[in-house]
């Protein structure tokens, strides 16, 4: 099951120098389906069908129209929505999308100067109330017989709170994502957050959890996952309850601590568990970092 936001993304896309004089600058306007709840229902519905497609062939391959994969989100009754919705029944079931009458679908707009994001605008605070304990309530059965829960840290702490509250009670494993640097530390407000067995945070949203939970660290000379691996062999395991915590550093690379030993790619051990360093895939280019987690 994946719970969070789905949301449609415009992105603006200009190798031209951006002056800020009211100008229009040549390029192209794309549109894409994002949310990173729905990102990850449709990866992980991609990553399914290619699974029954390599066990098997031709006619017997399964084509996604039955896909185990369940979204849980919230979309507008209106065009953008039911766009959203038609393109994520592909790879995940949507019936239990919760559709608003009142609230529109959320959107985002992004300029992006040679792959890099200058900035973004967004409208999706309306549609993410519509999230609710009760919306969470409603679809309880289909997390009690997960066999993982998703969730992204755009879904506002009351559903995020009954989520992992559910998840608790019928010992069911919880991957947090923290999405973005100012509500990526969320999941400590809830009385339940010890439900959460993965956190996937960049180094950005990673402080700002430190910082919550009483680490004042100099985030200048945290710029590559040996130099958090220091930090953290220095600290006691604050977060005690995780199987895995992955810190992603760009093209530095990612740490990853975890319970079991991953041998080709172990640094050493720390209070937090067994540390890995993982060095980034080497690409040519960089088409948009936009949605690059999911």
């Known amino acids: 099951v994946s719970i969070g936001s789905s949301i449609l993304d415009f992105e603006s896309i200009t190798a031209e120098e951006i002056r800020h004089d009211g100008g229009s600058y040549a390029g192209r306007v794309i549109q894409r389906c994002g949310g990173t709840g729905r990102n990850h229902a449709e990866a992980i519905g991609r990553l399914l069908d290619a699974a029954a497609a390599a066990r098997a062939s031709g006619d017997a391959a399964r084509s996604g129209s039955c896909s185990p994969v369940t979204l849980l989100s919230a979309v507008g009754c209106d065009a953008n929505g039911e766009h959203l919705m038609r393109t994520t029944a592909k790879y995940a079931d949507v019936a239990r999308v919760l559709r608003s009458p009142s609230a529109p679908t959320a959107t985002h707009m992004s300029m992006n100067q040679k792959g890099n ?36 840290a755009n879904v506002p702490v009351p559903a995020l709170s009954k989520v992992l509250e559910i998840a608790t009670f019928h010992k069911v494993k919880v991957w947090y994502e923290p999405t973005e640097l100012s509500i990526s530390s969320k999941f400590l407000d809830s009385a339940f957050c010890s439900a959460i067995s993965v956190i996937s945070p960049n180094i950005s949203e990673f402080l700002p959890i430190l ?64 540390a890995h360093i993982i060095p980034s895939p080497q690409v040519d280019e960089i088409v948009s970092v936009s949605g690059a987690g999911d």
């Open 211 to 274: 910082r919550k939970l009483g680490v004042d660290s100099d985030e200048t000379l945290i710029t590559s996952p040996a130099a958090l691996l220091e930090l953290i062999q220095s600290l006691p395991p604050l977060l005690p309850h995780l199987d895995i915590l992955m810190v992603t550093f760009d093209v530095q690379g990612s740490l990853i601590i975890t319970k079991e030993i991953i041998v080709k790619f172990k640094v050493c051990d720390c209070a937090w568990g067994h």
């Open 117 to 152: 994001i200058l900035f973004g605008i967004s409208c999706f605070e309306q549609i993410l109330r519509e999230i609710t304990p009760d919306y969470i309530e409603a679809n309880q059965d289909v997390l009690i017989a997960a066999d993982y829960i998703f969730c992204d």
